[in-house]
């Protein structure tokens, strides 16, 4: 019997039904997979699940049923954990919806306000959860941890992707970048952290937002999720827009006690610092899942990563290496030289 079928019989029994109808939902970058469970398809009493699949192999539904715990406990729009069985890496949820945040957020292109909405209730939402942190609780988003995220740049986008064996002295410019990019992260207040929070993983829902795919949370940096949503890989948002939507995250996380810098200035930077991070490591999974995975959906994503990585360092002299770096890398013309 294959895996799908054993899937649905368990969430057949789960429901107290003989048969059910089950449809693909989604696929993660992961091995996860979601399937939307139908109770009387057609009926308007009818009601949807949703079944998680993530093979004991390759996933641990633990974090995910213990982050739903913790986030819905502050007060989160996330699945409700129904039934489970983590010998078999099976999940039983309620069902957020099938309307993403971007699909949304395409369709209202010319409506700002209607996009507003959605960005302000994300914000309240992680507000929401930043304001129910505690040490201890999740893992940390520690050095180590950083680190090996940044390293997915050399290893999977400079050596697979782009085919390119560094220098020495590259090697020097990128050891020296990460290390003032790792200085500033670990410096910064720390609170829960959901890590992809953007707006794949953000649905339209009753309240705003859905909150989905938080089972990697850690405790870190406080501006790790406002840079995972207004700096978002799949949507772009001008910059004046993104400071807009930034500070008013900023003047409630202060009237919240949130331990947010005093100065926006400083809070700003922190944003664009950790934004540089950010798109370090996603230009490293997005290669790798194309050339581990086979998954090459992701590679139309890259260039906006990329310019978002490359106007941060054109912006802070620190940075401003890395600049000279990408530009070496991609054997572009270089103007101008950087020291560090």
């Not at 180590?144 to 986008?157: D, I, K, N, S």
Request: overall charge negative.
């Amino acid at each position: 019997m294959d895996r799908v079928q054993v899937l649905q019989n368990w969430a057949a029994s789960q429901l107290g039904v003989d048969t059910l109808d089950i449809q693909p939902a989604s696929a993660d970058a992961s091995f996860r997979r979601y399937f939307r469970v139908s109770l009387n398809p057609g009926d308007a009493k009818g009601r949807d699940y949703i079944v998680m699949d993530a093979p004991p192999a390759h996933e641990d539904c633990r974090p995910f049923v213990a982050v739903a715990r913790l986030f819905g406990d502050a007060g989160v729009h996330v699945p409700q954990v129904l039934a489970q069985d983590l010998t078999q890496g099976f999940l039983l949820l309620t069902d957020l919806g099938d309307t993403t945040y971007l699909a949304a957020l395409t369709d209202a292109a010319a409506e700002p306000a209607r996009a507003r909405e959605l960005y302000l209730a994300a914000n309240d939402a992680l507000i929401r959860i930043q304001q129910a942190s505690r040490p201890g609780m999740l893992p940390e988003y520690d050095r180590a941890l950083l680190t090996r995220e940044l390293m997915l740049f050399p290893e999977w986008y400079v050596g697979k992707h782009l085919g390119v064996t560094m220098t020495a002295d590259q090697q020097a410019i990128l050891d020296i970048v990460f290390e003032r990019i790792l200085a500033n992260t670990l410096a910064q207040p720390q609170v829960y952290v959901h890590r992809d929070w953007h707006s794949r993983n953000l649905m339209v829902s009753e309240p705003n937002p859905g909150v989905l795919d938080f089972q990697d949370a850690v405790y870190g940096p406080i501006t790790y999720d406002l840079a995972s949503i207004y700096r978002d890989a799949y949507i772009q948002w001008d910059e004046e827009q993104q400071l807009d939507w930034v500070i008013r995250y900023w003047e409630k996380a202060r009237a919240a006690h949130l331990p947010v810098r005093a100065d926006f200035g400083e809070f700003w930077r922190d944003f664009e610092w950790m934004g540089a991070q950010r798109h370090i490591k996603v230009l490293g999974i997005f290669a790798r899942l194309y050339h581990r995975d086979g998954k090459d959906g992701y590679l139309k994503n890259m260039p906006l990563v990329m310019h978002y990585l490359r106007r941060v360092c054109e912006r802070y002299d620190e940075l401003k290496p890395m600049l000279f770096l990408l530009d070496g890398l991609e054997q572009r013309e270089v103007k101008v030289g950087y020291t560090f």
